[in-house]
């Protein structure tokens, strides 16, 4: 079965450099969660985006931003990196139709970002 | 608000030995709830969920978990640890489908032979 694909699964950066993450969800999915992990730390959710609006937001540096462009795939765009954001990205996504909302959330592989 | 609370950061468990990581939340809504397992440089599957109906759920690799309501709890149990079960686990909650998930701070688990 497809799963989420994210790109790149690796990311070496400097500081002040800027990223982008991709994330491509599940065929059919149109719901999709970003999520911080640094070393060591659980999980913490971003933002999130149905049907190409933000429906949600978390502990999101006003450094980052991100959108889910009409295919459903989503952008995390990090400007001015900083030595703190080296963690793993996690995207996830869900089908949110309201006909067929379902609450579990599939993860990608995650792309590891190192900022030196 | 959500909030997750694991009561052991590692957990050490022999080889065919009972498998038991406690997950505690605090939700003001009915919650949805969460075991997700990360292995080593991976990304986190989903071993299994409540929503509603029976408290009771089975997961993949022969675990499974208890909703109890009274004692805000959904600990994980698997009669009998594998190897392969060596792993970091966390639980999470949500308040609805489509909503952010909020984790606990995960359990490590070591598996000796």
């Known amino acids: 079965a497809a799963g989420v694909i994210q790109s790149p699964r690796h990311l070496i950066k400097e500081k002040r450099e800027t990223a982008t993450l991709k994330c491509y969800p599940i065929?059919?999915?149109?719901?999709v969660y970003w999520y911080q992990q640094g070393p060591g730390q659980d999980p913490q959710f971003l933002i999130s985006?149905?049907?190409?609006?933000?429906?949600d937001k978390g502990s999101i540096p006003d450094r980052f931003s991100a959108q889910q462009f009409s295919d459903y795939h989503s952008e995390l765009n990090m400007s001015s990196l900083e030595l703190g954001d080296s963690a793993l990205y996690f995207c996830?996504?869900?089908?949110?139709?309201?006909?067929?909302?379902?609450?579990?959330?599939?993860f990608g592989p995650g792309t590891r970002l190192l900022v030196l | 608000a959500q909030s997750v609370t694991q009561l052991g950061s590692h957990v050490s468990v022999s080889e065919g030995a009972l498998v038991l990581l406690r997950c505690n939340y605090s939700?003001?809504?009915?919650?949805?709830l969460f075991w997700y397992v990360q292995y080593p440089n991976q990304g986190l599957q989903l071993l299994l969920k409540?929503?509603?109906?029976?408290?009771l759920v089975k997961g993949i690799n022969g675990f499974e978990a208890e909703f109890k309501k009274s004692e805000t709890s959904f600990h994980l149990t698997k009669p009998s640890a594998h190897m392969s079960d060596a792993a970091e686990y966390f639980c999470?909650?949500?308040?609805?489908?489509?909503?952010?998930?909020?984790f606990g701070g995960g359990t490590r688990v070591l598996v000796k032979p």
């Open positions: 996830a996504s869900s089908p949110g139709l309201a006909a067929y909302k379902e609450e579990t959330q599939y």
């Open positions: 065929p059919r999915h149109d719901t």
């Open positions: 985006f149905y049907e190409k609006m933000q429906s």
């Open positions: 939700s003001s809504v009915p919650p949805y």
């Open positions: 409540y929503t509603t109906g029976a408290t």
């Open positions: 999470a909650v949500s308040g609805a489908a489509g909503n952010k998930l909020t």
